[in-house]
């Protein structure tokens, strides 16, 4: 995640108000540690729950119109991280087009699954299910994939309407992890302030928090004080949720005040 | 996650315990497979198939593909979107390929026609896919394959819209439901012939399902498939059921070109494997 990345004010009200409805939701705040070990521990189960020989998830890098590998585990381990793919290429790449899942076997023949790259990791699969995640409000985010059913020559009809259904889970988690990453700075922005005009209480123990949250030298420690705020909040009760709610949602009304929406994409 | 949610989004209607014994009584039990399609070969039944293009030059394909289009997201033109001829289409991903392979060997003098709605414009696909489906009905096509869909509620209306036209022009559209267990457009419009897959091999042999909205079951496991490049390989999923139920609309229809598309839907009804005819 790029920090300089420029957030678009009228996508960040809309990312907090989600945040928000599904924390309300839960009745506490379940915030993964960070997305690098909750990805990790989506393909584990991935793998395991499919019986498959290893398991990986791509995720969109939009500036670069490209799938990214994240994250990967069994024999295709290690060197796949950090590798891009074009949209348009490869079954993981027809998955994010069209949304729909595939699973193919004999991928040996399938030039478009790349040999060269597939061969310098020493790694061919034979079969693969590969299946979109998909967010709350319908983007795609990446692609899962799990590869080489250990007890069968290829995934059936089952295997991909159960992947269907835990990649729907996994990408919410995914999704939101990643907005706790980008709405991060605003966040804190947004607390600095309130606390700053919130005389009724001292706030001077929040405040310094969140001036060493926001000096950004160590992102998952910040986004750990910041799920500890809401942990915090969402165990002492309703009235405290919606409290803060109700300073969120100032927040990012006093955002639309400051700056014109501009349309993004 | 619930007990009750972890069945089997759509299929689930055509695993062997599921699939219901259906009859067909006085003049409907008069409608064979023989009568329907018997020595048929869908000859000259125009096929479009709305896809990541068609590689035309596939041996599978045997030079049935007669042309095409793309339709590319162009956020500076009208409607943003812009289609190009395609004279020898190519396919980007294989899946087109893969659809318009099985068409042709149920209906092997089908023509085929490539529309090709996939690019890398992610936030255009909604349109492109729409905007294929609109050439489809302008440009006489008879029968649709649309191994897509989308799940975007705010295109219901248009998706409707195109496919009330079609269904006006006479033309069948036969689509793939999602294989998440989510609502799709346009698979899911009652004038939409809605497919999944079902675990049986033999093409000709498919079932219908009394508890819509997914009508038909038709082979989509294991299947082998052309794929692009020249390729073969096994696949899975409602996509290829789809066109198993599009090239034996395509015999029907070149058998018997009076019929309109409700009427096409009752003879494949009459048909199905579990349809039982009453003597």
Redesign the interface.
Known sequence: MNPDKDINEEKLSEQLQRLLISIEASGRAVLPKSNDVLLKSIVDAAARIFGAAAASILLVNEEE?ALEFKVSTGEADHDLVGTKF???RGIA??V????????????R????FNQDFAKSTGYVPDSILA??L?SSD?R?IGVMEVLDKIDAT?????D???M??FA??AAMAIDMSQQIDSIEQALVRGLKRLAKEDRTQDSSDLKSALDQAHSGENRTSDLLVLADLFNDISGLGEAERKACIQVLTTFAEYRKTTSAPRRF? | ?PEE??R??W?QHFTPDAIQELLAQGPFAKITPEWAWGESTGKGVRVAVVD?GVEYDHPALEHCVQGGVVVEYDSKAKDNYRIKSDEKPLD????GTACAGIIHSIAPEAEIYSVRV???N??G?AIQFAAGLDWTIENDMQVVNL??????EEFFGLFHDLADQAYFKNMNLVS?V????EPSYPSLYSSVISVA?H?GHDPFTYYYNPNPPVEFGAP???VEVA???G?????????FAAPHITGITALIRAKHPELTPFQIKTVLLACAANTKRQK
Not at chain 1, 109 to 112: C, F, G, I, L, V
Not at chain 1, 154 to 158: K, N, Q, Y
Request: charged share 20%; hydrophobic share 30%; net charge negative.
């Open positions: 119109e074009p949209y348009d790449g027809y994010f087009m069209t949304g729909q899942p595939i699973a193919t076997s004999n991928v023949e399938d030039k478009r299946t979109p998909i319908d795609i290829s995934f059936d009809l089952h991909m309407e159960l269907g259904m729907q889970q994409r | 996650m949610t972890l089997p989004a299929s990541s980007v991903s294989g899946h996939l690019g890398r992610m936030g696909r191994s897509l869909s989308t799940s975007l793939a999602n294989n998440i267990p897959a675990e989509g496991i294991d794929w692009n490049k390729q073969y390989l096994v696949c899975t999923g409602n996509s």
